[in-house]
T-cell receptor, first 114, second 115 residues
């Protein structure tokens, strides 16, 4: 069965601090995809990144970076120099390689304090 | 076409009434998904379409729920005889299936309140 765990329910940081959001997943599949989505107060889920299980290279996009470690089944997300606009709920998700659905974690609510 | 569009954004209904939501996906996307999200939880899968065919339904989708995607374009989700437990955000998403799963793009959701 597929499962995604985001143990951090809420995190508060002061602006310009770095913050890491944890994601641990479970799957029996050897090929799969991992995702991060951002959900601002408006409610729309905004796609941030997709990573396939064959690619363990870390990725950086501006202030965002992702660390994928297959050995620990983790796909963590770091925001560097956080800004107030980063305040949102962040979801980690998993899908099978040719899967029909996405399995979401319960989300981490991030508040960046000015 | 700027994204996935859902209507209405909000719906308040009395228990026992029927409601219908609409989703217009990104035009070239062949997959369409419905998810439900309750407060403090992540989205939970309800059903998905590949073109006009409904290929999978979650056990969460009781017989009071029905979804359609005529002609493989927009989709509707109907809930009959609504119950208070149906109160949630209903999210629609679409993706382009190219033999492998790609990222899904979500609409802003329809927030349903059953009173």
């Amino acid at each position: 069965a597929q499962k995604v765990t985001q143990a951090q329910t809420e995190i508060s940081v002061v602006e310009k601090e770095d913050v890491t959001l944890d994601c641990v997943y479970e799957t029996r599949d050897t090929t799969y995809y991992l995702f991060w989505y951002k959900q601002p107060p408006s409610g729309e889920l905004v796609f941030l990144i997709r990573r396939n299980s064959f690619d363990e290279q870390n990725e950086i996009s501006g202030r965002y970076s992702w660390n994928f470690q297959k050995s620990t089944s983790s796909f963590n997300f770091t925001i560097t120099a956080s800004q107030v606009v980063d305040s949102a709920v962040y979801f980690c998700a998993l899908s099978e390689y040719t899967g029909n659905q996405f399995y979401f974690g319960t989300g981490t609510s991030l508040t960046v304090i000015p | 076409d700027t994204g996935v569009s859902q209507n209405p954004r909000h719906k308040i209904t009395k228990r026992g009434q029927n409601v219908t939501f609409r989703c217009d996906p990104i035009s070239e996307h062949n997959r369409l998904y419905w998810y439900r999200q309750t407060l403090g939880q992540g989205p939970e899968f309800l059903t998905y379409f590949q073109n006009e065919a409904q290929l999978e339904k979650s056990r969460l989708l009781s017989d009071r729920f029905s979804a359609e995607r005529p002609k493989g374009s927009f989709s509707t989700l109907e809930i009959q005889r609504t119950e208070q437990g149906d109160s949630a955000m209903y999210l629609c998403a679409s993706s382009l299936e190219l033999g492998v799963n790609t990222e899904a793009f979500f609409g802003q959701g329809t927030r349903l309140t059953v009173v």
